[in-house]
């Protein structure tokens, strides 16, 4: 064929560019080989842009995989503004409607372009696929190559959208197999976990199971042990009452072997052959009717050893709580020591009630919070009160003799204040009247909450009677005495003056008579006169001897602690005080000076205190007859003692007369004391005052100087304090 | 004083004195000369019974209480000797309740010294007169 040379080079490079072109677009499935179609249809149009200076390419996918249609579109650069792709599809979608065989329709001023010549390319055989849509303002567009390139891109776009449909379609069902099989995987995953622990837990159970089952063989070696070691005989028996264990203490008490033992009727080795009988009932009728006479109590009965002899009991039996045929376990003491011991005790207790009864002694016990009384036989018996009679303060109240009653009740208030020891006598009225004299003494313990007193009560009527006597004759007698010591001192005094008085009376007489004689005998005169003067000085000898032999002597001056000196005096006092129902209240201040003074003496004022008070309540019945006696700091250095009754006091007037020697307001009294005692007081340089109180009775007190500063204990320097004879 | 040693031996009824104090001893014999009478001191029981003049003594002034023999002693001692002398007990004792005692026992008086001695006078008279 025959062309022009110039013409025919433009176009040698025009087909040269062509099969290039066409090289590439069959090379294309190469580079979508794994490709998606979203793949397949970029590399597509970016191509096609390239090979055929296109200004404009768009692909629409009518049946996408699995989505929404897909829309494509490349522009030419340098464009704008930039229509949508979505816009272009529309418009390009108007004119792929029409016949696209009949191409190339101009279309002008399609998206602001000028005229643009658009070539439609459907996909698939029947455009099936969707269409791809080239356009160029070139008016020689589409050249026939190129329109041979763009069907030759159709076709192999068609190609790799299938394929890329495919391997998409066998990817998802691909990815689905995956996707079942992991999950699969995975079930079948959770199923062997569940196996796992399933089994993991059958381990733990079986684990467990088998502590369980040494600790049970634990319990029962523990429980074997103890049965071994047991102090008690352990002896069980079967339903049929044949023995299945024997423990070792029941060997040593009953003196049998275990393999001896074993499966023997219990009844034929431990029951005495008279109860065995009552046993085999007993064991029978319980099998039979479920009665059960000795099941889960202690009871004590005979048992009888492998020698036949036979020793007491206690006896406990339980039924073992366990499925089948009943058996049993008995547990056994030997009591024959606890026997023996209750049997002493018993008879402990008789001795006891016996020797209450002859030493007429009763006992007692009072649990103070509760106001518990608990009485003795021999207590209710001395009270003459019923043993069923429930004991309370009020009931012994009605005992007590109306004159002690008072006394009594503060014993009992000040027991359950100070929780002291008592130590009381006091005196019944029985209902017929009879008087009973009791000495009561009694033993705090316990501590506070628990507070109790043990005690005694003993009727000492008897020995008050005597007493009673014996002190009757002992004043009668110490009044006897005391004349008869008087008269003997006025007759000894009487004795040693009269005998030189006689001899100045007789040498008197004498010398008158020999002065009147005829002639008078003047030497005979005048040796009577000597011997008269001699037998006067011999006399006043006599006198100064008795002062000197009666008199009083110095003091013996100390440091007198004067509580000290007051609680002697009282324990003195004490029993005697209490003889006369005299209750003591002592207020004996702390830490109080010390005194100097003659300890004996400022006792004997504090005794003869006390005795007035006592002395002044002795008539006194309608009040108790209280006697307080108290110390206590005084003003300038000194100390004071008070001893204060509630007796018949004395009229306000006599008040000066109280301390005059013979003064007395006591029937059997000489006065003395009071005088004495002010005497001994003003000696100490304090004075001795009486004072009526508010109420009944009078106060009578002391107050003496304190020890001086400097004083030593031993009285060194008691100069400062005259002698009796420097005061008189 | 040789006079009335003289008077000893003459009829003067002798007046025997036993008393342990010596006051009375020295005192009484001078009073008694003075009544005229003899007199002789002893001054216990022992020494009068010892002595002879148990026999011549009229009147015997004899004290109460002595040491070793009492007054009442010695007259009991005499009346079983046989000797019936009139007896005058002196005492300084107060106890007036000894008087009616000694008398029933056959004394003539009993004075309580310090007594007079017209009281004496008269007891020694009456002594002397008993019989």
């Known amino acids: 064929m025959e062309v022009q040379p110039e013409l025919a080079s433009g176009e040698v490079q025009h087909l040269q560019r062509c099969i290039n072109d066409l090289i590439s677009l069959l090379a294309l499935p190469a580079i979508w080989s794994g490709g998606d179609p979203s793949h397949v249809l970029h590399t597509l149009l970016d191509a096609l842009m390239r090979m055929l200076r296109l200004d404009l390419v768009s692909v629409r996918l009518t049946d996408p995989v699995g989505g929404a249609p897909v829309e494509i579109v490349r522009l030419a650069e340098l464009r704008a503004p930039m229509p949508s792709a979505h ?17 190339p329709p101009p279309l002008r001023n399609l998206m602001g372009m000028g005229d643009v010549s658009i070539v439609p ?5 029947q455009g099936e696929l969707g269409v791809i849509v080239a356009a160029a303002e070139r008016a020689d567009f589409p050249r026939q190559t190129e329109a041979l390139l763009l069907s030759v891109a159709a076709n ?32 079948l995953a959770t199923a062997n976990e569940e196996l796992k622990k399933e089994l993991a837990d059958r381990r733990l159970i079986e684990d467990r199971l088998g502590e369980e089952e040494k600790e049970l063989k634990r319990s029962e070696i523990r429980k074997a042990a103890i049965v071994d070691s047991a102090l008690d005989c352990i002896v069980t028996i079967d339903h049929e009452g044949c023995i299945t264990e024997f423990n070792p203490a029941a060997e040593h008490t009953f003196g049998y072997s275990r393999d001896e033992v074993l499966g023997k009727h219990l009844a034929d080795v431990i029951i005495p052959p008279s109860l065995r009988e009552k046993h085999r009932q007993g064991f029978a009728r319980y099998l039979a009717t479920g009665e059960a006479r000795v099941l889960g109590k202690r009871i004590e009965m005979m048992a009888v050893r492998a020698d036949g002899s036979e020793f007491p009991v206690e006896l406990a039996i339980t039924r073992i709580p366990l499925e089948g045929p009943p058996s049993f376990t008995g547990y056994l003491r030997d009591i024959t020591e606890r026997k023996w011991a209750e049997q002493e005790l018993q008879r402990s207790e008789a001795f006891l009630a016996e020797a209450q009864r002859l030493s007429r002694i009763g006992s007692f016990s009072w649990r103070v919070p509760a106001d518990e009384i608990t009485w003795s036989e021999q207590l209710y018996r001395i009270f003459q009160i019923d043993r069923d009679v429930q ?7 009605t005992r007590i003799h109306p004159e002690d009653l008072s006394v009594f009740q503060e014993h009992i208030e000040r027991s359950r204040r100070d929780r002291s020891d008592v130590q009381l006598e006091f005196r019944l009225q029985m209902p017929d009247g009879a008087v009973k004299y009791v000495h009561l003494v009694a033993h705090i313990r316990g501590d506070h909450g628990q507070l109790e007193y043990i005690g005694a009560v003993q009727d000492v009527t008897e020995r008050r009677s005597s007493e009673e006597a014996l002190s009757t004759a002992r004043s009668e007698l110490s009044h006897v005495a005391r004349v008869t010591s008087l008269g003997v001192l006025t007759a000894s005094i009487a004795h040693e003056v009269n005998q030189p008085l006689s001899g100045i009376v007789t040498n008197a007489g004498t010398c008158l008579r020999m002065l009147a004689a005829d002639p008078p005998n003047v030497d005979g005169a005048r040796e009577t006169a000597r011997r008269t003067i001699r037998d006067g000085n011999r006399a006043s000898e006599v006198i100064s001897r008795l002062r000197s032999l009666y008199g009083k002597k110095d003091p013996t001056i100390e440091s007198v602690d004067l509580n000290e000196a007051a609680r002697e005096v009282l324990a003195l006092s004490l029993s005697e005080l209490q003889r006369s129902r005299v209750i003591l209240r002592p207020e004996l201040a702390h830490d109080l000076p010390l005194v100097a003074g003659d300890r004996v003496q400022l006792q004997q004022v504090i005794l003869n205190l006390l005795r ?44 000066d007369k109280l301390f005059e020697a013979f003064y007395t307001t006591k029937n059997g009294g000489m006065g003395i004391g009071l005088s004495v005692s002010r005497s001994i007081i003003e000696r100490h340089h304090g004075h001795l ?30 100069s400062r304090i005259p002698s009796v004879s420097d005061a008189a | 004083m040789e006079l009335r040693q003289e008077g000893l031996a003459t009829d003067r009824p002798l007046v025997s004195v036993v008393d342990d104090d010596e006051s009375v ?18 001054s216990s029981p022992e020494e009068f019974l010892a002595s002879d003049c148990v026999r011549q003594t009229k009147c015997l002034i004899l004290d109460i ?18 000797h019936g002398i009139p007896i005058i007990f002196i005492t300084a004792s107060t106890d007036k309740t000894v008087r009616p005692q000694l008398l029933e026992q056959g004394a003539i008086e009993c004075l309580f010294k310090p007594f007079s001695d017209t009281a004496l006078l008269e007891a020694v008279n009456s002594a002397l007169h008993s019989k």
């Open chain 1, 87 to 103: 816009e272009i599809c529309e418009a390009l979608s108007q004119c792929s409607k029409n016949d696209s065989r009949k191409w």
């Open chain 1, 121 to 125: 390319l459907p996909l698939g055989l």
């Open chain 1, 156 to 187: 192999q776009a068609s190609i790799g959208l299938q394929e890329a449909r495919l391997r998409s379609h066998q990817m998802r069902v691909a990815s689905e197999l995956d996707q079942q099989v992991v999950q699969r995987t995975a079930e």
């Open chain 1, 391 to 397: 004991v309370t303060f009020a009931l012994i109240g």
């Open chain 1, 612 to 655: 007035n008070a006592s002395d002044a309540m002795s008539t006194i019945d309608d009040r108790p007859r209280d006697l307080l006696i108290r110390t206590e700091p005084d003003d300038n250095d000194r100390v004071r003692l008070s001893v204060s009754d509630v007796g018949i006091g004395f009229e306000p007037q006599a008040t």
């Open chain 1, 689 to 718: 005052w009486a004072t009526p109180n508010n109420g009944p009775g009078v106060t009578f007190s002391f107050s003496i100087p304190c020890r001086p500063e400097g004083l030593t204990s031993d009285g060194t320097r008691a």
């Open chain 2, 25 to 42: 001893r020295e005192s009484l014999p001078d009073l008694v000369k003075e009544f005229g009478f003899a007199v002789r001191t002893f």
């Open chain 2, 65 to 82: 209480a002595m040491p070793g023999m009492s007054g009442p002693d010695l007259q009991r001692e005499l009346k079983l000797r046989g």
